[in-house]
């Protein structure tokens, strides 16, 4: 094996498994690195990106922060609700819902119409939820009731989650927290939080055409369309900002 290491790679046989990996030290020298220890040294020097997770969202010396679901008991006093992070999207999802018609009459929220595909990548529930307030202003109880939500154990002028700071998820918002049913709902109990029902259907701020809105089912996670006046599940998010 030594002899092979000043071999020019094009010399090398082709093999599926190695038991060390060629390398050059800090002065140029041909090295040999062990599988064991490939693992290690790459978790000192490179950056890894988490693919995902479940999380305690807190508020701490009037500071957002985030906590490990095996400390909610410590810390739910100052919850405001569970974090999902995924490909790079922060969702924090409310402690309560309540049943809101999408708007009073089927009319468009004042945002683009979008087909399934568009649906599943729609992530501006915020955007979404301003436009339509906007537009529809009182006549639009589901995006109104986040907006205007913030968790009972803060005050409404909290900076980071009070009453302003949340909104209408967006189609590709409710189907991350739909995928993650389990974890949230287990998350949510520990901080007293009211699960997510998996026999109902939530509202997307995800618009399809003027007389019908995108929602979630969450038994078993079809994306659908139905008119707006119907009265379903509405539950509010967040994140850090």
């Known amino acids: 094996m030594a002899a092979n290491l000043d071999k020019a790679e094009n010399q090398l046989s082709q093999v599926s498994d190695f038991a060390y990996l060629r390398a050059v030290d800090g002065s140029g020298n041909s090295v040999q690195i062990s599988k ?31 906590r490990q679901v095996d ?18 999207h922060l969702i924090v999802v409310a402690k309560d819902e309540q049943s809101k018609k999408w708007a009073e009459s089927n009319v ?21 939820t301003d436009t339509i307030i906007t537009t529809l202003g009182a006549n639009a109880p589901a995006a109104q009731y986040c907006r205007g939500y913030y968790p009972s154990n803060f005050a409404a002028d909290n900076a ?12 590709g918002e409710l189907f991350t927290i739909w995928s993650h049913l389990l ?43 139905t008119g707006k006046t119907y009265e379903l599940r509405v539950r509010p998010v967040s994140a850090f900002y």
Request: charged residues 15%; neutral net charge.
């Open 108 to 128: 468009s929220g004042g945002n683009t119409a979008v087909g399934r595909e568009g649906a599943f990548a729609d992530f501006a529930g915020r955007a979404n």
């Open 36 to 66: 064991a220890n490939i693992a290690s040294i790459l978790g000192k020097h490179a950056e890894i990106q988490r693919t995902g997770g479940v999380l305690i969202a807190t508020v701490e010396s009037d500071y957002p922060r985030f």
């Open 183 to 225: 974890e949230v709902n287990r998350a949510m109990a520990a901080i007293g939080g009211t699960a997510l029902d998996r026999s109902t259907w939530y509202w997307s701020s995800s618009e399809h055409s003027a007389p019908a809105a995108w929602l979630v089912g969450f038994g078993y996670g079809p994306l659908y369309i």
């Open 160 to 171: 980071f989650y009070g009453a302003g700071r949340w909104w209408l998820p967006s189609a």
């Open 71 to 88: 400390q909610a008991a410590s810390y739910a006093s100052v919850a405001v609700g569970v974090a999902i992070f995924e490909g790079g």
